[in-house]
């Protein structure tokens, strides 16, 4: 039987933008991908002293974002199993379902540069076949420390060619809090929810 290919894009997603639809889009038609899993994480280890928007309202959001598009799914791994949730389980979990796939992991150019403190990251990087990079302007990297840290990582790595977004959802929170113009940053349907329902506005 031929593997197949998924990739898998994991993250909060809140709110989820087009930066986040760009990177998706390019990784299936760059990997030839069958299918994008779009990994919402519930409760985010490395983000347990920040704030984040309720599960139910991200989802929808997400949904809403990627409808239409035949080759993006969302996952339910990390939705339906207690946290905190680490990625290298959540691929062990994917690779047990889909034992005859090759699992692509797509990171943003910052979660590269964070990847030496993910738990089990060497164990991540040797149990994916490839993971995608975004790099955002000016994201600093040095390859060779996270070779070092990380043995045989540097192989693995392919950067996504695709034009470069200077673009996080913690700046689309920023602007909205602040009244401040963000409406192109994001899918119309994502737009009119937050609007419909004064996400990340000042109280």
């Known amino acids: 039987m031929s593997r197949t290919k998924i990739g898998l894009f994991g993250g909060t997603f809140d709110p989820p933008h087009i930066g986040h ?34 599960l139910p309202q991200r989802l929808e959001m997400l949904q809403w974002m990627i409808s239409g598009n035949p ?16 990625t290298v389980d959540t691929v062990r979990l994917l690779a047990q379902q889909e034992p005859n796939a090759d699992i692509i992991l797509l990171l943003g150019g910052d979660s590269l540069r ?8 060497a164990n991540l990087v040797a149990e994916v076949s490839k993971i995608g990079v975004m790099r955002r302007p000016g994201d600093p ?50 737009y009119e929810y937050i609007e419909a329902n004064h996400l990340y506005h000042e109280k």
């Open 21 to 54: 639809l760009i990177l998706a889009d390019e990784a299936v038609h760059q990997f030839d991908l069958s299918r994008l899993l779009w990994m919402l994480a519930p409760d985010p280890p490395h983000k347990q002293e920040q704030p984040i928007s309720p």
């Open 114 to 121: 964070d990847l030496p403190t993910w738990r089990l990251c």
């Open 71 to 86: 080759s993006f799914e969302i996952s339910r791994l990390e939705i339906e199993r207690p946290g905190p949730h680490y």
């Open 141 to 190: 990297f040095d390859m060779p420390a996270l070779e070092a840290k990380i043995p045989g990582l540097t192989e693995k790595i392919i950067f996504i060619d695709a034009p470069l977004q200077d673009l996080a959802s913690r700046e689309i929170r920023r602007r909205a809090a602040n009244g401040e113009s963000y409406r192109y940053y994001l899918h119309p349907s994502v």
